[in-house]
């Protein structure tokens, strides 16, 4: 119970709403929370100026128990019988998640209404190497013992902005537009790898003083504050084609560089010709492939 006030609390930001949710008390979520926090030897929420927010430790810890709930869930309808063969489970990566994969998820939908897609938006592999998903779109080299994968596209990367924060800064050569400039800087949690200093290298720059710096720990928000104008961030394709094709982000330099990594469309072996899984792979391969 502690999991579900926990996670309940995290969505709505107000112990009151969780507890109309799940017909308690605001004292028991309270109680549960305090629990919990106890048990983990950390804080979950802080409350400023009346407002609820989660503590960095707390955002960490959600993104495992929501996962957890799901896969409890799903387990619960296999115990009690009840039919599983038309549920796909399916682990993404978040940005990807956002940027590709759930725009074009309708088309899908509308293929085959018969299966019911279940979404987690993760950048941990460890439940899906323990077979917990039924299909993943992951990022690295494709190499994955007892796993079926197949390539879904490259990937490129180079600086994007956006077009109001370009104008403002004005012409001039590449190290004078940057330094009129922040740069945002991603950090990721799992994987660490900052392309700046490479695209830098590859251009020919050796330095530059950015205006300024914002840090971010994921690319969707790091992609999201270039789209609002906090400075220039590295982009990559295809992640933020979606953004280039509408005009939200633009690319200042013509310079990209190829990645050695790329998407793929992964499946535990024994999985991998279950004909929901097949059905996502191909549409995939067909419709997410560029």
């Given at each position: 119970m502690s999991l579900l006030a926990f996670e309940a609390a995290s969505r709505h930001l107000s112990f009151t709403s969780a507890a109309q949710e799940l017909e308690l008390t605001q004292t028991a979520i309270s109680h549960q929370i305090k629990n919990l926090e106890e048990r983990l030897g950390t804080k979950l929420f802080?409350?400023?100026?009346?407002?609820?927010?989660?503590?960095?430790?707390?955002?960490?810890?959600?993104?495992?128990?929501?996962?957890a709930i799901g896969l409890l869930s799903m387990a619960t309808k296999r115990a009690k019988g009840e039919k599983t063969n038309d549920l796909l489970t399916i682990s993404c990566l978040p940005t990807?998640?956002?940027?590709?994969?759930?725009?074009?998820?309708?088309?899908f939908q509308r293929a085959y209404p018969e299966i019911t897609?279940?979404?987690?938006?993760?950048?941990s592999f460890d439940q899906f190497k323990r077979k917990s998903h039924d299909v993943a779109?992951?990022?690295?080299?494709?190499?994955?013992?007892?796993?079926?994968a197949e390539r879904l596209h490259g990937e490129e990367f180079f600086p994007v902005c956006s077009p109001k924060l370009l104008n403002e800064v004005g012409a001039g050569s590449n190290i004078e537009q940057?330094?009129?400039?922040?740069?945002?800087?991603?950090?990721?949690?799992?994987?660490?790898?900052?392309?700046w200093p490479v695209w830098l290298e590859a251009s020919g720059i050796e330095s530059v003083d950015f205006s300024g710096e914002a840090i971010f720990n994921l690319q969707l928000t790091?992609?999201?504050a270039a789209v609002e104008g906090v400075g220039i961030a590295i982009g990559r394709t295809p992640l933020v084609n979606p953004d280039l094709a509408n005009g939200s982000l633009v690319a200042p330099?013509?310079?990209?560089?190829?990645?050695?990594?790329?998407y793929y469309v992964v499946s535990p072996a024994d999985k991998a010709q279950l004909?929901?899984?097949r059905l996502f792979r191909e549409w995939a391969l067909e419709r997410l492939h560029e």
């Open positions: 802080i409350r400023r100026r009346n407002v609820l927010q989660l503590t960095p430790d707390a955002r960490e810890y959600l993104e495992s128990v929501r996962e990807y998640a956002v940027k590709c994969l759930l725009p074009a998820l309708p088309e897609v279940q979404l987690f938006a993760s950048a779109i992951r990022y690295g080299t494709g190499r994955w013992p007892a796993l079926h940057l330094a009129r400039m922040t740069q945002i800087r991603t950090f990721f949690s799992s994987t660490y790898q900052d392309d790091s992609m999201q330099f013509d310079l990209r560089l190829e990645t050695a990594s790329a004909d929901k899984v």
